[in-house]
């Protein structure tokens, strides 16, 4: 068990800096499916900076080795069409401030929280729905013209924002969390030092 959590100046500066990305993002994901670049940039810079400040050379090479995990994960994630620009900025800002450690435990809890959230989704929507309405809602293929003849054309952006289960911002900001109190409570080095 770590040594009792001392509220020192970094680790009060981490959790404000890291609640209010987490918090606003989830925020704006969840209700307008956008994370916006006013929130991701500074928080970015931002980074850098705590990082630099509190940590010196270690914190700044920390810091570019959770960038690089985190935003290069996601960056080719989106080239490839699996997840939006937001969670990019998303990722690549967070992981700044987290290190390399800290950003893949955030990565996979949360890959954890979106496959359960997506399966709890998927069976409320089949209860109550049916199957059929909820294949149609959220499958790309099986699109049908009037006369029930396939339809092949390429989606809009807002076609596949519908089809989106969930806000992807929402699960990193619970993995976010849950690690920051684990950090407190049971995982070594306490305040999460790099």
Same mark, same amino acid.
């Given at each position: ?20 990305? #987490? ?5 704006? @994901?969840?209700? #307008? !499916? !956008?994370?916006?670049?006013? $929130? ?14 509190? &940590? %010196? ?9 959770? &960038? ?8 080719? $994630? ?8 937001? @969670?990019?900025? $998303?990722?690549?800002? /967070? ?7 800290? #950003? ?11 496959? /359960? ?11 109550? !729905? ?14 049908? @013209?009037? @006369? %029930? ?13 519908? !089809? ?22 049971? $995982?070594?080095? %306490?305040?999460?030092?790099?």
């Amino acid at each position: 068990m770590p040594a009792e959590f001392q509220w020192t100046i970094h680790a009060i500066v981490f959790l404000i800096g890291i609640v209010a990305l #987490t918090g606003v993002a989830a925020w704006t @994901d969840t209700w #307008t !499916r !956008r994370i916006p670049n006013w $929130l991701t940039l500074p928080m970015f810079a931002l980074g850098w900076v705590y990082q630099g400040i509190f &940590f %010196g050379g270690e914190g700044l090479l920390h810091g570019l080795q959770g &960038f690089a995990l985190g935003f290069g994960t996601f960056f080719v $994630l989106w080239l490839i069409g699996g997840g939006g620009g937001g @969670d990019v900025k $998303l990722m690549g800002a /967070l992981s700044v401030w987290l290190g390399f450690k800290y #950003t893949l435990y955030v990565m996979v809890l949360s890959t954890v929280f979106v496959i /359960l959230g997506t399966a709890a989704v998927m069976i409320y929507e089949a209860l109550t !729905r049916g199957v059929r309405q909820t294949q149609k809602k959220y499958l790309a293929t099986g699109k049908t @013209d009037a @006369d %029930g003849k396939p339809v092949f054309k390429a989606e809009t952006i807002e076609q596949k924002q519908g !089809r989106r289960i969930m806000a992807y911002a929402l699960p990193v900001a619970l993995a976010t969390w849950l690690m920051m109190l684990a950090n407190l409570t049971v $995982l070594k080095n %306490g305040p999460l030092n790099p």
